[in-house]
């Protein structure tokens, strides 16, 4: 019996020895299985990584798509100048031709009025005088010059009846068309007031400038003298140019502005005319040009008039 308990101990002790090694590996086969889901779940990670990159690469090519479309409406707007840029060249040739021949009308003109200029001196010296003259002569008829005080007797819109007082005129005859009378013998009588063609000091311009014709092919042109100095108090006159007293008179005006050329004068004396005929006012028939601003004045800037002197009797404000 003492043999058998020590055999049954062994006995146990080797079943349990054999049975925690079976234990064990039945513990380690769970241990084996759960690393086993452990590897097959990473898996389908990657698998699903590309899925998003064939997605953000779909869009990208709508994308090129867009960006080419644009292109082609960019590259048809640069057509639209380069044609504009051709026409350029056409209006640059015109104007400069146009520059071309206005230099040239000018540069004629002053060689016409200022022939001392020597070819030699090209045509900067020549426009250059012509800016000079035309600056001198703009600022002396643009400073206001000195016009005669008159009595206003009637006013009918651009018509007027005028009493001027006693004056004193520089005058001077040449013949030819009219405006180039007027040219010459206003050149002649600037000499005189501003002491080129006398000796002694210069006089002060005064305003209207007048022509006149009888008809027989002259024109005459005169100055006004300052108001207040008698004939006898003025500087003597050199050869062509005769002072003249010309007494107290009533004048009926007519007053327009613009370019007074001929068609125009002629115009506004026929009105003035038929004016005076409807008034019954007897005058002396010959019609007086008036001209009070300087030829580079605006035409709508400046003063004209035409005037006729009226007899002594009768009429209104008759002295």
């Not at 234990?23 to 299985?33: I, L």
């Not at 899925?51 to 644009?70: L, N």
């Not at 002259?218 to 062509?240: N, Q």
Request: charged share 25%.
């Amino acid at each position: 019996m003492a043999d058998e308990q020590p055999k049954r101990r062994r006995t146990a002790k080797a079943a349990t020895t054999a049975a925690k090694p079976k234990a064990a590996a039945a513990k380690k086969a769970p241990a084996r299985k759960a690393a086993e889901p452990k590897a097959v779940t990473p898996a389908p990670a990657p698998a699903a990584t590309p899925k998003p990159a064939a997605k953000t690469r779909t869009p990208a090519k709508p994308r090129a798509a867009v960006a080419k479309k644009p292109a082609a409406p960019k590259a048809a707007k640069p057509a639209a100048p380069r044609k504009a840029a051709a026409k350029v060249p056409d209006t640059a040739k015109a104007a400069a031709a146009a520059a071309t021949a206005a230099v040239e009308r000018a540069v004629s003109a002053v060689k016409k009025a200022a022939p001392e200029v020597t070819p030699r001196a090209g045509l900067f010296a020549a426009l250059g005088t012509a800016a000079i003259a035309a600056g001198a002569f703009f600022v002396w008829r643009a400073s206001r010059a000195d016009e005669p005080r008159y009595q206003t007797i009637e006013s009918d819109g651009p018509i007027e009846v005028r009493k001027y007082p006693a004056l004193v005129t520089a005058g001077t005859e040449h013949r030819g068309q009219r405006q180039a009378a007027l040219e010459e013998g206003f050149r002649v009588l600037a000499d005189y007031i501003f002491a080129k063609s006398r000796a002694g000091a210069r006089l002060p311009m005064t305003a209207p400038v007048l022509s006149d014709t009888e008809g027989d092919g002259s024109w005459r042109t005169r100055f006004l003298m300052p108001t207040g100095k008698a004939r006898g108090e003025l500087p003597s006159a050199p050869a062509g140019v005769e002072l003249i007293a010309e007494p107290a008179r009533r004048v009926a005006a007519i007053r327009f502005s613009g370019r007074a050329d001929d068609a125009e004068l002629n115009a506004k004396e026929g009105a003035l005319r038929s004016w005076l005929k409807l008034r019954g006012l007897p005058n002396e028939g010959k019609a007086v040009h008036a001209f009070y601003n300087a030829p580079f004045l605006p035409g709508r800037m400046r003063r004209n008039e035409v005037m006729i002197v009226l007899s002594d009797e009768g009429g209104t404000g008759a002295a």
